[in-house]
């Protein structure tokens, strides 16, 4: 096997896969590292804004064939259950990471995309202008580098990123969990529900399922006895509504997908010459539905930088200079805002109020979503 790449890419989810595809049809030659065997569950929301459908129907993704839900409102419940509808100006749809990121990994392969799968990346040292990784398959060579490292990784501690070594806060301690089930949802509809210190959201994906998401902060398990059936059952069902999905409702799966240690703190865009991509770069909180959207824009992104040093003979700190700008200039705004709201749930009383607001205020409210959600690209 060849050792050596044009490009090198950490991390197989969204943003690695669609990075890998685009670089390959370019015609450089690339290297993916997924520490996973597709298909796999993850832990995500699974609900995609319509600004990157034209893109992933771009990079061959049949979604019109697929039978989708398309989701038009958005309803938001406080933590007693008092409901709030609203109009998504853009839409989306809802689709799984296990049926959208495998069809992503046929067609990187389709493409001519190595791809190392239940490969873990140890190492990478950026050393006389190239990278070096190591891996716990061998150790290979690449002019650019790319992390997709996802929510978080031990190569952010490794790479001794300021976020991956903070102590416990307000912006890094939170946990998410994730069931598909069978429950009567409107198939048009994507809902947010409140609870103390958390917020669960419900929307149909393919096959007549639902993704069941919820983050919450660490502190919220640990007053449950770290146990998630409790907490679900004595914290998030004093929400009435969520205490009908989670009495009534089919669940698919026995145990849920879990995630610890999340954080929105800031995070940098280029980490020892490594492009970071994806939920790497930084992270727009779940319950403006639109990480998914933002980790393959990013990718777009990065592409087109990674072209352009390559075509035009560009020098390596014009490259990462132009996609820091670039990617801050497309994401930076929609991340502060999210990261704001998120700061008005949690808190019953300023929930509450808030969703008054946005009720009785459409016109705030439709600024406030669109604020989260960027252009077709």
Aim: aromatic share 10%.
């Amino acid at each position: 096997m060849n050792k050596e790449f044009d490009i090198v890419i950490i991390g197989g989810g969204l943003a690695g896969l669609s990075l890998s595809i685009q670089c390959a049809e370019a015609g450089y030659s690339t290297l993916l590292f997924e520490k996973e065997n597709y298909p796999f569950h993850k832990v995500c929301g699974e609900y995609i804004s319509n600004e990157s459908l034209p893109f992933l129907e771009q990079l061959g993704v049949p979604l019109s064939t697929w039978g989708l839900p398309s989701i038009t409102d958005l309803h938001i419940s406080a933590p007693n259950g008092t409901g709030y509808q609203f109009t998504l100006p853009l839409g989306g749809f809802g689709v799984s990471r296990y049926k959208l990121d495998q069809y992503l990994y046929k067609i990187a392969l389709s493409k001519g995309v190595t791809v190392l799968t239940n490969t873990k990346v140890q190492d990478i040292h950026f050393t006389q202008n190239h990278f070096e990784i190591t891996s716990d398959k061998g150790s290979y060579q690449s002019n650019i580098a790319a992390g997709s490292f996802g929510k978080k990784s031990n190569l952010d501690v490794h790479l001794s990123r300021p976020f991956a070594k903070a102590r416990p806060n307000a912006l890094n301690n939170f946990i998410g969990v994730k069931y598909h089930i069978r429950y009567p949802h409107p198939s048009n509809q994507v809902a947010l529900h409140n609870f103390d210190n958390g917020y669960c959201g419900i929307e149909e994906i393919e096959n007549g399922e639902c993704c069941l998401c919820y983050l919450t902060t660490a502190d919220n398990l640990k007053k449950s006895g770290n146990s998630i059936p409790a907490m679900e059952e004595n914290i998030l069902q004093k929400n009435p509504l969520l205490k009908h999905i989670f009495t009534n409702a089919e669940f698919i799966h026995t145990k849920p997908l879990t995630i610890t240690q999340i954080s929105f703190q800031k995070k940098s865009q280029i980490e020892n010459h490594i492009l970071c991509v994806g939920d790497a770069a930084g992270m727009i909180t779940p319950l403006c539905g639109n990480g998914m959207s933002i980790a393959l824009h990013g990718s777009k992104i990065a592409f087109q930088n990674i072209d352009y040093y390559f075509k035009h003979g560009q020098n390596r700190a014009a490259l990462e200079t132009a996609y820091e700008k670039q990617w801050q200039k497309q994401f930076a705004n929609r991340i502060f805002v999210g990261r704001t709201i998120q700061r008005l749930f949690g808190n019953a009383r300023i929930t509450n109020l808030f969703l008054q607001i946005m009720h009785f205020l459409p016109r705030l409210s439709k600024k406030l979503i669109r604020a989260t959600h960027g252009h077709a690209f």
